[in-house]
């Protein structure tokens, strides 16, 4: 008999249980691939471009359920609405959330961004809400459907259907809103994703509307739904 047989004849045989344990770290090793290359697949996209960067003195706000973010001033408050419905009473948010109920049974406040710099007036702000029957519809056609379905409390200025720099379509509307002694002015916005459609609304004491236009429209032009 040659060495190199007996050589062979005399290797260690693996056990059992290593060979056992080897097979199951290799499949937990698989697993955690598979799981890893799923939960990357189906995060959130954020497209880059457009107005993504926060201004100086601006912060990124992203909501906790990971479905859009945008920029605040960070003299700003933000809210959570569905975790702190208590901000909802708020006026004139009652108002605004009767307006979209009014228009689709589903809608659903979801944020409020909040001035807290502002005192010699009512605070101006930024409300998104959201509806997913609403994407049904276009932008086109929501602003048909809107001027023809909210109350006379709300009197539409005008509307047009915009573009932003991402090429998504959206409906805008302004409109005054009359409520007890104070008059609000508002910029709606209407904006479908794939699964839900946002609805973008900010409003300032009529007084100040044109003082807040400017962070009014960067605000608007930094949302971005967060779509997988």
């Given at each position: 008999?040659?060495?190199?047989?007996?050589?062979?004849?005399?290797?260690?045989?693996?056990?059992?249980?290593?060979?056992?344990?080897?097979?199951?770290?290799?499949?937990?090793?698989?697993?955690?691939?598979?799981?890893?290359?799923?939960?990357?697949?189906?995060?959130?996209?954020?497209?880059?471009?457009?107005?993504?960067?926060?201004?100086?003195?601006?912060?990124?706000?992203?909501?906790?359920?990971?479905?859009?973010?945008?920029?605040?001033?960070?003299?700003?408050?933000?809210?959570?609405?569905?975790?702190?419905?208590?901000?909802?009473?708020?006026?004139?948010?009652?108002?605004?959330?009767?307006?979209?109920?009014?228009?689709?049974?589903?809608?659903?406040?979801?944020?409020?961004?909040?001035?807290?710099?502002?005192?010699?007036?009512?605070?101006?702000?930024v409300l998104i809400a959201q509806s997913q029957r609403l994407t049904q519809l276009t932008a086109q056609q929501y602003i048909a459907y809107a001027q023809t379905q909210f109350p006379d409390t709300l009197e539409i200025l005008d509307a047009a259907v915009t573009t932003n720099d991402l090429g998504q379509m959206k409906g805008q509307l302004h409109f005054n809103l009359l409520l007890n002694d104070n008059q609000w002015r508002c910029t709606h916005q209407f904006l479908p994703s794939n699964t839900t459609a946002f609805l973008l609304t900010t409003c300032a004491d009529i007084n100040q509307f044109t003082d807040q236009q400017t962070t009014f429209e960067a605000i608007l032009l930094s949302f971005q739904p967060l779509e997988s």
């Open positions: 008999m040659t060495p190199t047989a007996i050589a062979a004849e005399t290797a260690p045989v693996p056990e059992l249980g290593m060979i056992l344990r080897y097979v199951g770290l290799t499949a937990v090793s698989f697993l955690l691939l598979i799981f890893t290359t799923r939960a990357i697949g189906q995060a959130p996209l954020l497209r880059f471009g457009g107005n993504n960067t926060p201004l100086t003195g601006w912060q990124p706000i992203t909501d906790s359920q990971l479905t859009f973010t945008l920029n605040l001033p960070v003299s700003w408050q933000a809210i959570e609405l569905t975790t702190d419905p208590s901000a909802q009473t708020m006026p004139p948010l009652p108002t605004l959330a009767d307006s979209f109920t009014g228009l689709v049974a589903d809608s659903e406040l979801l944020f409020l961004g909040l001035d807290e710099a502002e005192t010699a007036v009512s605070h101006p702000f």
